[in-house]
């Protein structure tokens, strides 16, 4: 199957480093993608890494992958109490090009000041 | 900056009547899907389309959803009859080669 699971719940002081875990099944995803959804709006990609990767940064955001224990985690450097929000995780279809999503049920961040 | 769009964003109605929702895509994007997020659930795929042909509505309750893709720049979801348990937030998404960009979302609450 392709189930993704994350944790539900994150809390973290402004200004610390904050790191959501997500982990999935499938060894064959092509990509996996971080989310993030504000109170009453959709989901924005906020990045995303290709399976042969093992790590990427773009500004505050670093993700790691470890494809042997198909592990991916999100860190968020200097967090931000507008960083609070919903975080999902999600893999991409086994290597075809039909653009399904598998999705995690998402991490809540609260960031307190 | 190009977005998906959605209508309406809220739709309160009764039990029974037919609800339609609409979604534009972004331009050029040639996969369009549809989900359903609840609490208790979460995100749940309920159908998507490539190039405007239905892949798999296997997540949609066949007896009172339908999806369709009238034309590239406009996907429905209808819901007839609606029941108090598809009150949700339904959002469309688009994409191309695999990432997909969500719309707004439509809060529908049945009574």
């Known amino acids: 199957g392709e189930d993704v699971e994350q944790s539900l719940f994150l809390s973290v002081r402004e200004g610390d480093s904050s790191v959501i875990n997500c982990t999935y099944t499938?060894?064959?995803?092509?990509?996996l993608y971080w989310y993030k959804q504000e109170p009453g709006a959709g989901l924005q990609l906020l990045t995303y890494i290709f399976s042969n990767m093992d790590m990427k940064q773009d500004q505050r955001l670093t993700v790691l992958l470890n494809k042997k224990d198909k592990h991916l985690s999100l860190r968020i450097a200097d967090t931000q109490t507008g960083d609070s929000a919903i975080y999902f995780c999600a893999e991409g279809d086994r290597g075809s090009t039909l653009g399904r999503l598998y999705f995690g049920r998402g991490t809540q961040l609260t960031v307190w000041p | 900056d190009a977005r998906v769009t959605q209508t309406p964003r809220d739709k309160v109605t009764e039990m029974g009547q037919e609800v339609t929702m609409r979604c534009q895509p972004i331009l050029g994007h040639n996969t369009v899907f549809w989900y359903r997020q609840t609490m208790m659930q979460g995100l749940e795929l309920l159908a998507y389309f490539r190039n405007r042909a239905p892949l798999d509505d296997s997540g949609m309750p066949k007896d009172r959803f339908s999806a369709e893709m009238p034309d590239a720049t406009l996907a429905t979801l209808k819901i007839q009859p609606s029941e108090p348990r598809d009150s949700a937030v339904y959002f469309c998404?688009?994409?191309?080669?695999?990432?997909?960009?969500f719309g707004p979302g439509t809060r529908l609450l049945v009574l």
């Open positions: 998404a688009s994409g191309t080669g695999g990432t997909q960009y």
């Open positions: 499938d060894s064959s995803s092509t990509y």
